[in-house]
């Protein structure tokens, strides 16, 4: 078993930023397959951002189109903690944000949710214009 607990989430007017952390448990975290997702009003939940496992102490790092130059993925290994640091919020980021991570390598489905397995319960994130 996985357990994720996410933290972070707020209120923020349209330009600032905010930090989301995942705190992970349950069983070797620095060669998991790790991601980010959300979910907005009335929309299916999409892809935001992944942190995956090459081999040693690489690591791939993706990002959806709509977040790439604004949001960062990382993790700290020692603290079995992944973040989503967020710059430039936009109205258009509202949503509940969700971590995510695999059990198997997700090879070349890092974006898809099928590939992840263990979910956290998200947390709220909202940009006011």
């Known amino acids: 078993q996985v357990q994720l607990v996410e933290s972070g989430g707020g209120l923020v007017q349209a330009g600032g930023s905010l930090r989301l952390s995942c705190a992970a448990s349950?069983?070797?975290?620095?060669?998991?397959?790790m991601g980010w997702f959300r979910q907005a009003p009335g929309k299916e939940r999409e892809f935001v951002a992944a942190?995956?496992?090459?081999?040693?102490?690489?690591?791939?790092?993706y990002y959806a189109d709509s977040v790439k130059g604004r949001f960062t993925i990382s993790r700290d290994n020692a603290k079995n903690t992944m973040y989503l640091q967020m710059n430039s919020l936009q109205p258009e980021d509202t949503a509940v944000y969700y971590c995510a991570a695999s059990t198997f390598a997700t090879g070349s489905s890092w974006h898809r949710r099928e590939a992840y397995d263990y979910w956290g319960q998200g947390t709220q994130v909202t940009v006011s214009s």
């Open positions: 942190h995956t496992w090459s081999g040693g102490k690489t690591y791939a790092l």
């Open positions: 349950g069983r070797t975290f620095s060669t998991a397959d």
